[in-house]
């Protein structure tokens, strides 16, 4: 991506007063948040779930881009068009969140960084999101 790409895609990603979806939640989190529900915790529950926010009626008329999780992005809807399509055509901009969590810094005791950048293909989407955790002490 290039630098205009790149400012295009933000300007696209603020305009018209739209807000970001985060819908990167891991699998593992999901499935806590679906047994206190009761539901189960299987791949197709997984599918459904975000298939129901990626049709949502109107999604694009209030969202401008939509952070993925790396399993969301390769998903399809139940009649096999991909989620990225549902996306797309609702004006929205797909973006990954690439991060694998915190883990521990080496040589710095106590620190914590996250991983998951060099792990991404020139065919990922034109966002990707990238946390970066710091301790509570932090200045």
């Not at 999780?69 to 139940?78: C, F, G, L, P, S």
């Not at 521990?104 to 970066?132: L, S, V, Y």
Request: aromatic share 6%.
């Amino acid at each position: 991506m290039n630098t205009q790409e790149l400012m295009d895609t933000a300007r696209t990603m603020v305009a018209d007063d739209k807000g970001l979806l985060a819908m990167d939640e891991s699998n593992t989190s999901c499935d806590k948040r679906f047994a206190k529900w009761g539901i189960s915790q299987t791949e197709e529950a997984l599918r459904a779930y975000r298939e129901l926010i990626v049709t949502t009626p109107g999604l694009g008329e209030c969202v401008s881009g939509a952070i993925l999780y790396d399993e969301t992005i390769r998903q399809n809807k139940k009649d096999g068009s991909p989620f990225v399509k549902a996306i797309t055509n609702a004006g929205i901009i797909p973006g990954i969140k690439v991060d694998t969590g915190a883990k521990d810094m080496a040589a710095h005791p106590g620190e914590k960084t996250t991983e998951g950048w060099t792990d991404c293909a020139p065919a990922w989407p034109n966002t990707i999101k990238w946390a970066r955790a710091l301790p509570s002490g932090a200045r």
